[in-house]
């Protein structure tokens, strides 16, 4: 039995969210393979082989996979596992818009089920998952040969280093032809991401506006080292992009330290980050739902306390 | 050219569901039903390609009970031209409903199949990707500005840290993210309008799709609450609970 895990990279390196689906992998028995897919992709492929737990590393390395499209990457992993012989019982990667992206193609193709967004493994065949954005978590059992599954990486922790996995190169599928990448723009900050952050600052409608935003909680996140991100209601009201969004919607995060403020703590916030460690929430309003859920709450204005408190850390 | 767009009946956005106390699932009984959010999204995005002259039919199509109807009506009270019912009381995972969404492409030969980026009740986000894959078709997954012509579609998707922008053949799947569009409000006229619009019923036998259930829920549960902290009076003694207390900073 091996557990086929699929590398989100950038070539040059391993995403973090790779190693906690590592861990994910490891719960479930079997020998673990790292599929890295990429063009140039030998750096992250060797980075693959050194994290612990993990048996082989199989790279198919082809200008094919310059935009990492779902077609041509859901092409190869169905290859892996096709050559496989029934080896391959379970298809792992991280949830992230990658993974998501990616991996229902490979079980509809497998005709197979996919489990999304698994938070924990009960066994090889059975896993929790949050539904209803988190309101409720479901035990699922799949009954099918092969089981597609898709990772929260916040509910492992990542796997560290110290394997030495031999690096098996595969040939590379074609082209599906299907799809162009005209560009990407990604967001450029010299902060850490929010879905790898130890510590976020999030700032909801009680900033008031992008200037008050940037203004109060850079200082801040500077000092804390902190990634910033906001709820839905900071988001709509157009003081950050879209990306800065904590919740249901946006990110699921869970730092050790979540900082919200002027956030009141609507349901879809929380669900993205109801799993911090510490959860902070400064809000002028006491009755804000936000303090039901935070370690430490403080009625403060926060054009006060939060200047205070970057003095103060 | 013709969009069909798949919409899904779920518990409206503003409940908050209850699991069931015998652990068998959420309590759905006399809750507000509504479109998913995202579907409607994705419903818009296409009444607007027609109304931009890009489209000339959309088609709004629901799998599920009886009542999906409904949800149906709202689909053709923002704008679509007509409804398809794959009626079953079944319960429908989404690989069965990409396999009923397949065969009907196969029968109405959309060139855009735009879809909701995932569903609020089950959060699988698989639909629309598994049914891009049966058909063969491209994807391109949580679109945030779709621009359709002469045989291709340019898609702007939203991605971990940022943007990027792909261009893909037709037919294709795209599936929607919030920030695509702001759905309007349907309109009296316009709801009363969509009552008289056709909608056919169809049962998953006739699509010659097997839609049995690969997975079984074994149980529902809450989740462990958080309970409320402690309040702090000022931020000194908030620096000192974080430092000395919590040792998170």
Same mark, same amino acid.
């Given at each position: ?313 | ?158 991605? *971990? ?15 929607? *993210? ?55 009076? *000022? ?15």
């Amino acid at each position: 039995m091996t557990v086929l895990v699929i590398a989100e990279h950038d070539n040059a390196s391993l995403k973090g969210a790779t190693l906690n689906t590592v861990t994910a992998a490891a719960k479930l028995g079997g020998d673990i393979a790292v599929l890295v897919v990429g063009t140039g992709a030998g750096a992250a492929a060797e980075a693959a082989s050194r994290v612990a737990g993990v048996s082989k590393v199989l790279v198919a390395d082809s200008a094919v996979f310059a935009d990492q499209s779902a077609e041509n990457v859901a092409a190869q992993i169905l290859a892996v596992v096709g050559a496989s012989a029934g080896s391959i019982s379970h298809v792992l990667a991280p949830a992230t818009t990658f993974g998501k992206n990616v991996l229902p193609r490979v079980a509809a193709l497998l005709d197979v089920a996919q489990i999304s967004e698994i938070v924990a493994v009960e066994s090889a065949d059975t896993f929790v998952r949050p539904i209803y954005a988190g309101n409720a978590l479901a035990t699922v059992k799949s009954a099918d040969p092969v089981k597609v599954v898709t990772v929260r990486t916040t509910a492992f922790e990542a796997a560290g280093e110290g394997g030495s996995a031999a690096v098996e190169q595969l040939s590379a599928v074609a082209d599906s032809g299907l799809s162009k990448l005209l560009g990407r723009e990604l967001t450029k900050s010299a902060r850490p991401e929010l879905g790898a952050a130890k510590i976020i600052v999030s700032g909801g409608r009680g900033m008031g506006s992008g200037e008050n935003y940037h203004a109060v909680l850079e200082p801040l996140a500077d000092k804390l080292g902190a990634a910033l991100g906001a709820s839905r209601a900071a988001v709509d009201a157009g003081y950050v992009p879209n990306d800065y969004q904590v919740g249901q919607t946006g990110k699921i995060v869970a730092p050790q330290l979540y900082l919200a403020v002027g956030i009141s703590g609507a349901i879809q916030h929380l669900a993205g980050m109801k799993d911090s460690k510490v959860i902070v929430a400064i809000n002028k309003d006491p009755e804000a739902p936000i303090f039901q859920v935070a370690d430490y709450g403080l009625v403060a204005d926060l054009f006060e306390a939060v200047p205070q408190l970057a003095a103060a850390v | 050219m013709k969009i069909l767009v798949p919409v899904k009946r779920v518990v409206d956005y503003n409940v908050k569901v209850r699991v069931k106390s015998d652990g068998t699932g959420v309590d759905i009984a006399n809750v507000k039903m509504s479109m998913n959010p995202f579907d409607e999204i994705a419903v818009e995005e296409a009444v607007r390609l027609k109304e931009a002259g890009v489209a000339t039919e959309v088609v709004a199509v629901s799998c599920g009970v009886g009542a999906c109807q409904e949800t149906l009506r709202t689909a053709m009270a923002i704008g679509a031209d007509r409804g398809i019912l794959v009626e079953t009381d079944a319960e429908l995972q989404p690989l069965a409903v990409a396999k009923l969404l397949k065969a009907l492409c196969d029968k109405e030969q959309p060139q855009v199949v735009i879809c909701g980026k995932q569903a609020i009740d089950d959060d699988a986000n698989q639909t629309g990707q598994m049914l891009s894959a049966l058909m063969g078709w491209p994807q391109a997954t949580f679109a945030s500005k779709v621009a359709v012509s002469a045989g291709k579609a340019t898609v702007t998707r939203e991605i *971990d840290g940022g943007l990027e922008t792909l261009e893909i053949a037709l037919p294709a799947v795209v599936t929607t *993210d919030l920030r695509l569009n702001e759905p309007r409000y349907a309109t009296l006229p316009n709801i009363m309008k969509a009552k008289k619009k056709p909608l056919e019923t169809v049962k998953p036998a006739d699509l010659g799709v097997d839609v049995a259930p690969r997975l079984t829920t074994l149980k529902v549960v809450e989740p462990p609450k958080r309970s409320a902290g402690v309040m702090v009076a *000022d931020v000194t003694q908030l620096v000192d609970k974080l430092k000395n207390e919590a040792k998170v900073l």
